[in-house]
């Protein structure tokens, strides 16, 4: 009885960060911070691998960014003319990265998650000082063969594990002279619904969704990115970034504690 409720509490637990997963994914990345570290456990316990807990965790996550398209959709009629570019960039990057995930044995995925966890704290905690840098060198005009090529590479991050990748693409997105905000949370979130989108069909094809749980978890992060997506002009991204940078710290110490105490 005792096993039963504490499972049961885990999977409330892990559903309640899925929703805020959702949230902080579309006002700032970042939302593996939360669901991550609970739902690995929950599905090393029923047998599943790390690097199937990690495709699981991408494929939840990734209808939340549906839901926040429709409300940036304005924002992105200044860049039609590089959408598909910065798409299909996005689209070789996402698969070079979950075709990588799935190559990596389970146990040297365990070994790197803290690593990646603290890479993209890191990431969050220098936002402020590089976002100061970008509008310091942002181009006058914005360099097409850059930003393709700059978006191919943080699109195999995003592919091959995703928190922090959305700051990645926003900061390459400043430094190429994108100015306005919510232009860029539209265009970033175009790169994850292509990056991840087809790291999803990747993961699906090849079996490693642990769809129990998945579900469910996209269900809540869809809503949450949704709400987010209309509060983003009442949002502070700078004390969200700091949030979600402390997040990121504490993950990335509880990763490497369990890492290394083993």
């Known amino acids: 009885m005792e096993s039963f409720f504490a499972h049961n509490l885990q999977l409330i637990v892990l559903l309640v960060a899925s929703l805020w997963a959702g949230v902080l994914n579309t006002l700032a990345g970042g939302g593996s911070f939360l669901s991550l570290p609970i739902l690995l456990p929950l599905l090393q316990a029923r047998g599943y691998s790390s690097v199937s807990a ?31 570019a910065l798409a299909l960039a996005s689209l070789v990057g996402g698969l070079v990265g979950a075709w990588l995930l799935l190559l990596t044995p389970n146990q ?50 995003v592919g091959y594990f995703g928190a922090g990748g959305g700051f990645l693409v926003m900061a390459l997105l400043a430094v190429c002279g994108i100015r306005e905000m919510r232009e860029m949370i539209a265009l970033k979130t175009v790169n994850g619904l292509v990056s991840i989108g087809i790291a999803v069909v990747w993961f ?12 469910e978890m996209a269900v809540l992060a869809t809503v949450g990115g949704y709400l987010a997506a209309h509060s983003s002009k009442r949002m502070n991204p700078l004390w969200m970034r700091r949030f979600v940078s402390f997040i990121g710290f504490a993950t990335a110490a509880w990763f490497f504690w369990r890492d290394y105490s083993h």
Request: include cysteine; aromatic fraction near 16%; charged fraction near 15%.
């Open 54 to 84: 990690q495709s699981t965790n991408i494929v939840a996550l990734w209808p939340g960014q549906w839901s926040s398209i429709a409300v940036f959709r304005h924002d992105l009629r200044e860049h039609g003319h590089r959408i598909v």
């Open 204 to 215: 699906v094809a090849h079996g490693r969704i642990a769809w129990n749980v998945c579900v």
């Open 108 to 157: 040297r995925f365990l070994h790197l998650l803290p690593w990646l966890m603290l890479f993209a704290a890191v990431m969050f905690f220098v936002s402020e000082w590089l976002g100061r840098w970008a509008a310091r060198h942002r181009a006058a005009h914005v360099s097409e063969f850059w930003l393709v090529a700059g978006m191919t590479v943080v699109s195999a991050y």
